[in-house]
C-alpha cells in the first residue's frame, strides 16, 4: 500500500517570502501522480499543482512550484512571493495509474502568513 | 455552475439511528469518491466509485455503505453510527483517470453523541 508522509503538521512564512512544504512517499509502483491540495478556512480543497510520475521536468503554476525527485520519492511545494490568502492547510495527494479511483492523502501542513 | 454538493452540511446524531449524506455532482464525472477528515489523520479515503455500479472500498470503509445507481449521485450511508464516526466529511469527484483533477463538496461536520 502507498503511504503519503508530510512530516512539517505546521509552518509559517513572512509575507512576500518563500515557503517550501515537504512530502515524502513510499510506492513499489513506477507510474503515478502527485498532487498538491489547499484547503483554507472555508474548507472548500482545492487543486494546487499535479506532477505526473514519469516527466523529469518540475510542474509551475504561477508562484507555485515543486520540487519532485523521483528516486529519493520526495515532493515538495514551494510557494514564492507568500501573500496571505496563501495561508491554509495543504495536503499532498498520490495516485496510481492503476486503480486510478484510489487516492492517498499525506496528514496536512498548516501554513500560516504573517504580515 | 460546476459543483459538487453535499447535505447535509452540518449533522448531530445519536448513536446507531441509520443516516445518509448525499452527494451530487453535476459535471459528469465518472468517478467519485468519500473522504473523511481528522485531525493529524489527513483524509482518509472510505470508498470510491469509477462508474456506475462499481464501488470499490478505500482505507477506512468498515462501518460505512455506498451506492452508485446514477453517476451523478454518491451517498454515503451510515446503518449504525458510533460516536468514533464523529469527523468531517467530503464527497469528491473527477474525470476518468489518475491525472484528473478532483473537485470537491463543501463538507459535512458529522457528531454521533
Known amino acids: 500500500a502507498q503511504t503519503v508522509t508530510q512530516s512539517q503538521p505546521e509552518m509559517s512564512v513572512q509575507e512576500a517570502e518563500t515557503v517550501t512544504l515537504s512530502c515524502t512517499y513510499d510506492?513499489?509502483?513506477?507510474?503515478?501522480?502527485l498532487f498538491w491540495y489547499k484547503q483554507p478556512p472555508s474548507r472548500q480543497m482545492i487543486l494546487v499543482i499535479r506532477?505526473?510520475?514519469?516527466?523529469?521536468q518540475n510542474a509551475t503554476e504561477n508562484r507555485f512550484s515543486v520540487n519532485f525527485q523521483k528516486a529519493a520519492k520526495s515532493f515538495s511545494l514551494k510557494i514564492s512571493d507568500s501573500q496571505l490568502g496563501d495561508a491554509a492547510m495543504y495536503f499532498c495527494?498520490?495516485?496510481?495509474?492503476?486503480?486510478?479511483?484510489?487516492?492517498?492523502f499525506g496528514d496536512g501542513t498548516t501554513l500560516t502568513v504573517k504580515p | 455552475e460546476a459543483q459538487v454538493t453535499q447535505n447535509p452540511r452540518y449533522l448531530i446524531t445519536v448513536t446507531g439511528k441509520k443516516l445518509t449524506v448525499t452527494c451530487s455532482q453535476n459535471?459528469?464525472?465518472?468517478?467519485m469518491s468519500w473522504y473523511r477528515q481528522d485531525p493529524g489523520l489527513g483524509l482518509r479515503q472510505i470508498y470510491y466509485?469509477?462508474?456506475?455500479?462499481?464501488?470499490d472500498k478505500g482505507d477506512v470503509p468498515e462501518g460505512y455503505k455506498v451506492s452508485r445507481k446514477e453517476k451523478r449521485n454518491f451517498p454515503l450511508i451510515l446503518e449504525s453510527p458510533s460516536p468514533n464516526q464523529t469527523s468531517l466529511y467530503f464527497c469528491?469527484?473527477?474525470?476518468?483517470?489518475?491525472?484528473?483533477?478532483?473537485?470537491f463538496g463543501q463538507g459535512t461536520r458529522l457528531t454521533v453523541v
Open positions: 469528491a469527484s473527477s474525470l476518468a483517470g489518475a491525472n484528473t483533477e478532483a473537485f
Open positions: 510506492t513499489s509502483e513506477s507510474d503515478y501522480y
Open positions: 506532477q505526473e510520475a514519469y516527466k523529469q
Open positions: 466509485s469509477m462508474n456506475v455500479e462499481v464501488t
Open positions: 495527494a498520490y495516485r496510481s495509474s492503476e486503480g486510478a479511483g484510489k487516492s492517498t
Open positions: 459535471m459528469n464525472h465518472e468517478y
